[in-house]
């Protein structure tokens, strides 16, 4: 574990025990996000772990810390513990998208790990939830009791969504993934190896959502970047 701007960032990937762990990622998008979204703010850093989903986030750490880290995404702890859940023959719960999705996920789950168990709920698409919808969800996801829930309604509504729920979800592991269902499902294709590799995972997605994706990479980039250099400048100066 690892502290940069201000979150503790983990480096190994979680594994699955007894005691409940909720697992976030953070992105240079969403750090600039919390600077004006302070219940998002405080669901990272109520996080059991947060991975370094971003390029950016480890490009910080080098300049900041001076240490070579890897990228952690949403979908390598995805892959991750369902291998895990494999092995025990543990359940898992997958909470958000449409119907749709969540059948072709638990078609291919039950191709790819035959041993894991598999219930899922689409919530209703709504800006907020009801307290009715909330207990909905908590429901069916006690109901099932999975060692894994990952839920998946996109940032920031599902980290603070599982930040004020948590207490009262009967699961082992909790994880906010996000596109990781979408990418799982096929029904919307992750970028290949090579732009992984190289960094550049953020820009085919670019050019298939500009619309959806343009601000996280021509503002809160930058905007990222500079707030990397102003945390710099102050360690610099701290040092003299």
Not at 74 to 91: C, F, M, P, Q, T
Not at 113 to 123: A, D, E, H, L
Not at 170 to 199: C, E, H, M, N, Q
Request: glycine share 4%; aromatic share 12%.
């Amino acid at each position: 574990m690892i502290k940069v701007l201000g979150y503790s960032i983990d480096t190994n990937l979680p594994q699955i025990t007894t005691t409940k762990t909720v697992v976030n990622t953070i992105n240079p998008h969403s750090y600039c996000v919390t600077k004006n979204d302070e219940d998002f703010e405080n669901a990272l850093k109520s996080s059991d772990y947060i991975l370094p989903d971003g390029s950016g986030i480890v490009l910080a750490v080098k300049i900041l810390l001076g240490k070579n880290i890897a990228k952690i995404a949403g979908a390598d702890l995805h892959y991750h513990l369902l291998v895990e859940l494999n092995r025990i023959s543990g359940k898992v719960f997958y909470l958000g998208a449409s119907q749709k999705t969540l059948n072709l996920i638990q078609n291919r789950i039950a191709y790819d790990f035959p041993n894991i168990m598999v219930q899922t709920y689409s919530p209703p698409y709504k800006q907020e939830f009801t307290e009715e919808d909330n207990q909905e969800m908590r429901d069916q996801v006690n109901a099932f009791t999975p060692d894994v829930l990952f839920v998946g309604m996109t940032a920031p509504k599902q980290e603070k969504w599982v930040n004020k729920n948590k207490d009262f979800l009967d699961a082992k592991i909790i994880a906010s993934i996000g596109a990781v269902f979408d990418f799982y499902a096929g029904t919307v294709k992750r970028p290949g190896k090579v732009w992984i590799k190289l960094g550049l995972e953020w820009l085919p997605r670019l050019c298939r959502e500009p619309k959806r994706l343009w601000r996280r990479n021509f503002i809160s980039s930058p905007l990222f970047l500079f707030y990397v250099f102003m945390e710099k400048l102050r360690l610099i100066i701290n040092r003299k």
